[in-house]
């Protein structure tokens, strides 16, 4: 109940002859873990952090591991339909120019590399933004946040970035190809005129 309770050793003991021998310390404010933890062991005592009111956390990691995937899932479908709409519109604005393409013989594939050139130009400096922002800013703000109750890298490692690029490799491709799918099933003569 968050109660503390000053009780002689003489009368704890009497009471739980086993009582395991703990000492709780708490820090003042701006007191470092690191050179308390080495104080105290240099004292002889062993040292464990407290694992608060989560206990081993495994459980709140779990469940918090879940929901970030499931905004990652969302966001990449939010993502996937407003790149779509953008070449969807980019390619309402060119139709006459898609339109003297496929009628002097391009098919599907060189539209796909001209708006695959529209979709770069957007995802280019977006994965640029997303890893600077993170690593400079959002990282580094969390990390300090955390700092008193988990050791954490936050910062982004290679294999996290790659797995961005890729989502957004994919989200591009599926974007292309659903707008190309819709130019190639209406009529050459509709973007002529």
């Known amino acids: 109940d968050g109660r503390i309770a000053f009780v002689p050793e003489r009368a704890l003991l009497r009471a739980e002859p086993d009582a395991p021998e703990k000492l709780a310390v708490v820090l003042a404010p701006g007191a470092g873990t690191k050179a308390a933890t080495a104080e105290l062991e ?9 694992t608060g009111v989560a206990g081993g956390g495994k459980a709140l990691v ?36 898609i339109a003297v393409l496929r009628a002097c013989g391009a098919g599907a594939r060189s539209i796909r590399v001209l708006l695959t050139g529209a979709a770069l130009a957007v995802l280019v400096p977006a994965a640029v933004v997303a890893v600077l922002l993170e ?8 990390s300090r ?44 003569a509709g973007g002529l005129g």
């Not at 890298?153 to 819709?182: K, M």
């Open 62 to 97: 779990d469940a918090l591991r879940g929901l970030l995937l499931t905004i990652a899932v969302v966001d990449g479908l939010v993502c996937l339909y407003m790149l779509t709409q953008a070449l969807a519109l980019t390619a309402g604005e060119r139709r006459s120019a």
């Open 135 to 142: 690593r400079l800013v959002l990282g580094p703000a969390v």
């Open 42 to 50: 240099g004292l002889g005592a062993s040292v464990t952090t407290s």
């Open 145 to 188: 946040l955390a700092q008193g109750y988990a050791t954490l890298s936050l910062a982004a490692d290679g294999v996290e970035i790659a797995i961005l690029l890729l989502g957004l490799v994919l989200i591009g491709a599926l974007a292309v190809w659903w707008v190309v799918r819709r130019i190639g099933a209406g009529p050459i």
